[in-house]
């Protein structure tokens, strides 16, 4: 589903990610875990195709399309979805019709006619159960006056919403108690299926309670310098990191 | 700044004023220039009584001595005004047999807005008779006001059949004296619209410009006049999201609103005048006065959607004469490309326990310039008056400017006036956020936009209000590629 070959990137001429290599197949979860200024984020947004970032080498392939290629509206219509680890509000825009655009945009892209006012009701209010997420909030402005939590959750109900091939969840355990943590992730998990993958980028190892990765990847000073299974993340936790990046100290 | 964003500018400033400009209106006109002949000219074509014609000498000779207005925030360039042409009647058009003949561009443009079939067809010149059902909207429109008592005609007709209401109310609120394009309009006024509401009558509905008799050809010198006798309600709409075919570059307009006591009045504009192309030439100039007098218990509310205009120089006002009396001013003001606007409101409050409330937003875009200009007075017997106002200006790019230049002039101790005041720009982040979900930019910007406008939209009626929001995406469209 997702091929990443020597990806490198860099923001305002300082290079952040040096030579990304990373392959997702479909029924997939993959952990990205790694210290603080790794990299981790920014690769979601490269992916994603954030502008402040710029792609100097490498490549991404998706679903057989070259990614890097893409706008960034068109990679989200192909079905690549970010969680985002600070969403931003748009004030005036209520998250019904912010959803009922973007569902309907995606719609529109794989030639489907676009959802009606009731079939679209339905649905949010069954999406928006996944992740417990009061219904008020989406008579709401997107994300303003939204909790840490809430956010968060909303992240999740718009994954839901908008069914995507690939996730990547850029920190969305940050921020969250224990009850909130449980919820967003077992949302996660709920939306897993065969066809679909999962990136879970994380600082800790109790998200990975709930999702179960199949591969956790251990990013640091731009490369993936360790991959194994769910148990890496476990030791991670114990024993910190020092262990792996002493041999890539500069 | 990203590049993106910069692409994002540059097609939003290419998003040229879709509707052009039609010139097949055969006019009788007279020639350029003023002088009392002139005015005797225009009065004479109209039929006018001798008293109307007095009023017009009286506020030219006025005009003669006054200057143009240098104080707003505009770049106004010379206007000769021997150089104008201030009679044109327009002669009917030549009515098209069905909607297949209207120019497909328009059609589009039409179908874009929403706005109804018949509608459509009345605006680009169908026959509507020809093509609808045996009783036209219009008809029955006429029946249903005729039946409460409300007169809703143009000005010129007002002149002739109701002397008495027009000499009592005419130049009341906006008189002759009142500034440089008042006295202008007060001497060559074309023609306009009338409304008398009377005694305790609700109008059962909204009074659109479109709907009224003669409503061809209002010319660049319009003159409104509405009164709400006491305990009356109305709400009226001026102008049309859909494209303004005007070739005049000088406008200048004069609206007069009497509340009378207990009365209501809703205001509501959508300006979408051609803004000039986007290397600035062209495009209409519109200075404009606006005011309503508010008697006790009376209330004015002004909403003024404004897209369009190359410059434009309006600030709709309420005079709080009565006691308790109330007046709202809710405006967008958008500008794109070399657009400028200073437009905003006065609310003077003269009576006791009087309130107002200013919601102002502004968007400017291109290299325009986008003032907010407004004053706050409180007389000295105000007692217990209140104002609330809030201004927000949004930036589209770098190189735009917003401005605001609130005035508070209070002569009374018991009075509280706020002011909250914000400016913000389109941030990278929020369209990389809609980008992520699926939309294009150009989507997500009008989406921003909206939500921004939002509070003062809602102000509008709803049919309204929907084709201002396409109205102001559209505004803001170019081809992102």
Known sequence: MLSVKNLHASVEGKEILRGIDLEVRAGEVHAIMGPNGSGKSTLASVLAGNPKYTVTEGSVEFLGRDLLGLPVEERACMGLFLGFQYPVEIPGVTMANFMKMAVNEQRRYRGEEPLKAGEFLRLMREKSAVVELDSKLTNRAVNEGFSGGEKKKNEIFQMAMLDPKLAVLDETDSGLDIDALRIVATGVTKLHTDDNATVVITHYQRLLDYIVPDVVHVLYKGRIIYSGDKTLAQKLEREGYDWLINDYRE | ?481
């Not at chain 2, 309204?464 to 396409?470: G, I, L, S, T």
Request: with cysteine; glycine share 8%.
């Open chain 2, 1 to 481: 700044m990203a590049d993106k964003d910069r692409v994002l500018i540059e097609d939003i400033e290419r998003g040229e004023y879709k509707y052009g400009f039609t010139s097949d209106i055969d006019t009788e006109t007279i020639g350029r220039g003023l002088d009392e002949d002139v005015i005797r000219l225009i009065s004479e074509k109209k039929g006018e009584p001798e008293w109307m014609l007095e009023r017009r000498l009286k506020a030219y000779r006025h005009w003669l001595t006054m200057k143009a207005p240098t104080w707003a925030h505009l770049t106004i360039p010379d206007i000769d005004f021997q150089d104008i042409i201030y009679y044109a009647a327009p002669k009917p058009r030549k009515k098209l047999g069905s909607m297949d003949e209207v120019d497909p561009e328009l059609k589009r443009t039409f179908d874009r807005l929403g706005i109804p079939l018949e509608e459509q067809m009345a605006l680009a010149g169908v026959a509507v008779d020809a093509v609808m059902d045996s009783v036209s909207v219009k008809t029955t429109f006429r029946e249903t006001l005729a039946e409460k008592g409300i007169i809703f005609c143009s000005i010129s007709e007002a002149v002739r059949e109701y002397p008495d209401l027009v000499q009592r109310y005419l130049g009341s609120v906006v008189p002759y004296t009142d500034n440089f394009y008042a006295a202008l309009n007060a001497a060559v006024f074309s023609d306009g619209s009338f409304c008398y509401v009377p005694k305790g009558v609700r109008c059962p509905m909204e009074l659109s410009t479109y709907f009224r008799i003669n409503a061809e050809g209002t010319g660049q010198f319009e003159r409104t006049l509405l009164v709400a006798d006491e305990g009356a309600y109305v709400s009226y709409l001026e102008g049309c999201t859909a494209p303004r075919r005007d070739e005049n570059q000088l406008h200048a307009a004069v609206v007069e609103i009497v509340v009378e006591r207990d009365a209501e009045v809703k205001y509501s504009t959508v300006q979408n005048w051609y803004p000039g192309d986007k290397d600035g030439r062209g495009g209409i100039y519109n200075f404009v006065t606006k005011r309503g007098l508010c008697r006790e218990n009376a209330r004015l509310s002004w909403t003024q959607v404004e897209t369009g205009s190359a410059i434009t120089w309006k600030y709709p006002s309420c005079v709080l004469q009565g006691d308790n009396s109330v007046g709202e001013f809710y405006s967008v003001a958008m500008t794109n490309n070399f657009q400028q606007a200073d437009t905003g409101t006065k609310m003077i409050h003269v009576g006791r326990n009087t309130r107002s409330r200013i919601v102002s937003k502004g968007i400017s875009a291109g290299v325009s310039q986008n003032s907010y200009r407004g004053m706050v007075r409180v007389a000295k017997g105000a007692d217990n008056a209140r104002n609330y106002s809030q201004c927000d200006s949004l930036l589209i790019g770098d190189r735009c400017g917003a401005h605001t230049f609130p005035v508070i002039d209070s002569r009374n101790a018991s009075a509280v006036v706020e002011h909250e005041a914000t400016t913000s720009k389109i941030s990278e982040e929020q369209l990389f956020y809609c980008n992520q979900r699926g939309l294009s930019t150009e989507d997500a910007v009008g989406l921003i936009v909206n939500g921004y406008a939002k509070e003062v939209l809602a102000k509008l009626p709803m049919e309204f209000a929907v084709e201002a929001q396409k109205l102001l995406a559209i505004s803001l469209e170019g081809s992102v590629g």
